[in-house]
């Protein structure tokens, strides 16, 4: 069998982290990264560390942020949403380990894969929009390049038009008038793209209105 038939299969989620209480250990700059993300989707933070960087310091003054200037101790994991270890001392690692099954809370062990329970995909934001990609814990260097290709990638400027698409479905909804998916892979085309890009928004949600208007006739005909 191969390395990869073997692998670890995970099931992809993305969780509503707001108000959650979500527990670091380590100071440096992984960690940083990592109660940078949390805080932006809203966790409520508590950072285990005696010292940290600059950076994390500067976020302790923030009130979603509780710093317990020390190493970690058994019991730093109760009521915890999802634990994150960010430290090389292989001890820490081993004992927030322990707690963490005890507690069944989900924990990420940065860069040790078979102890964790969840582990952190490489991912691109453009707006509202969130695009993960993982390669299973087997190649974080290829999750980035692949970022990296996808970020330049032309398509990710439909997201761009995510809040219009979001107020169009609104206003289907409220008709009400149900839209197929297929119907809105052909509203979602470069014309409206280009109205969007080029400052006229408007008019881009008017023609998509109507390209979903006439899939919709068209479907209750029973067109193709």
């Known amino acids: 069998m191969s390395q990869s038939q073997g692998a670890q299969k995970y099931y992809p989620v993305f969780l509503n982290m707001k108000g959650q209480l979500c527990v670091v250990i380590g100071g440096g700059e992984i960690a940083e990264r990592k109660v940078e993300g949390l805080l932006e989707s809203g966790a409520v933070v508590t950072l285990i560390t005696p010292d940290c960087t600059d950076g994390l310091q500067s976020m302790t003054s923030n009130p979603s942020v509780t710093w317990h200037q020390r190493k970690y101790e058994t019991g730093d994991l109760e009521g915890a949403f999802i634990a994150i270890a960010a430290t090389d001392d292989r001890d820490v690692n081993d004992a927030v380990t322990k707690e963490a099954t005890k507690l069944n809370t989900p924990l990420n062990v940065v860069d040790i894969t078979d102890m964790c329970t969840f582990i952190a995909p490489s991912v691109i934001r453009r707006g509202p929009v969130t695009l993960a990609i993982s390669t299973g814990g087997m190649g974080p ?26 107020d169009v479905r609104a206003e289907l909804k409220a008709r009400p008038m149900a839209v197929d998916p297929e119907g809105w892979q052909s509203a979602l085309n470069t014309e409206v793209l280009g109205l969007y890009q080029s400052g006229q928004p408007t008019q881009a949600r008017k023609r998509m209105i109507e390209l979903l208007e006439t899939w919709n006739d068209r479907a209750q005909a029973g067109v193709s």
Do not use: C, G, H
């Open 141 to 166: 260097a290829l999750a980035r390049k692949l970022r990296q290709e996808l970020e330049a990638n032309e398509a990710l400027a439909f997201a761009d038009m995510a809040e219009m698409i979001a």
